[in-house]
């Protein structure tokens, strides 16, 4: 557990509907991430945070887009959700591993759009 | 275009068996290769590997690395139904913006 939390747990929503998943972390991590996790996909990279207003794309971005206020929350945000973006989210930081950094993951979120 | 793959995709096995799951990689600037356990939740760390030859371990698994040939092996001996799990590898490039690139994973079930 390295403190990172991730709300909703889980969700439906419409199409064509905004929807804001929320990241928290308590450990003031410089890099945050968000994933997508889909089958026969693995994990794939959204967008990562390397710090307060500091964001940058992943491999697919494209419908997505994100916010970092605050050290502690990284938010992504459907801007008008699609079914392909049914999937669930894994956010992550980059931590201080055992002797050097490594990424942990919070608990992930469910999104399923209609 | 950086990529990792993992091989094999799935893999049915008994208890007791050892196995051997495979990931190779194309990354620039290779900074580390990370295993990881994912069962019906989020995945947990198992191992981090940044220097060639030296194994890694933990209990009955453990990792190596091979920097030349450009991929990493993770073993498990004398499995047990606990095991079962996807098996995921990701490799940091170094950038200057560490990011982790993944592969689509392991799927293992070990049969009772």
């Known amino acids: 557990d390295a403190g990172i939390t991730q709300s909703p747990r889980h969700k439906v929503t419409e199409t064509g509907t905004p929807v804001t998943l929320r990241c928290h972390q308590t450990?003031?991590?410089?890099?945050m991430y968000w994933y997508r996790q889909d089958p026969g996909h693995g994990l794939r990279l959204i967008h990562y945070s390397y710090g307060v207003k500091d964001t940058d794309k992943g491999e697919v971005s494209d419908g997505y887009s994100v916010s970092r206020s605050k050290t502690e929350d990284f938010l992504l945000t459907l801007e008008s959700a699609t079914s392909s973006q049914t999937s669930v989210y894994f956010c992550?930081?980059?931590?201080?591993?055992?002797?050097?950094?490594?990424?942990?993951f919070g608990p992930g979120t469910r999104l399923t759009v209609l | 275009e950086d990529k990792v793959v993992q091989s094999p995709l799935s893999l049915v096995v008994h208890e007791g068996d050892t196995v051997t799951l495979n990931c190779s990689y194309e990354?620039?600037?290779?900074?580390?290769l990370l295993w990881y356990k994912q069962e019906k939740k989020a995945p947990t760390f198992l191992f981090m590997l940044t220097s060639s030859g030296i194994e890694k371990k933990s209990g009955r698994l453990s990792s190596i690395l091979d920097k030349k040939e450009l991929f990493s092996i993770l073993n498990i001996t004398a499995t047990q139904t606990g095991d079962s799990a996807i098996y995921l590898c990701?490799?940091?490039?170094?950038?200057?913006?560490?990011?982790?690139?993944f592969g689509t994973g392991t799927r293992l079930k070990v049969l009772a």
């Open positions: 992550a930081i980059r931590g201080q591993g055992l002797s050097t950094d490594t990424q942990y």
């Open positions: 450990e003031n991590h410089r890099y």
């Open positions: 990354v620039t600037n290779f900074r580390s």
């Open positions: 990701a490799v940091e490039g170094a950038s200057g913006t560490y990011k982790y690139i």
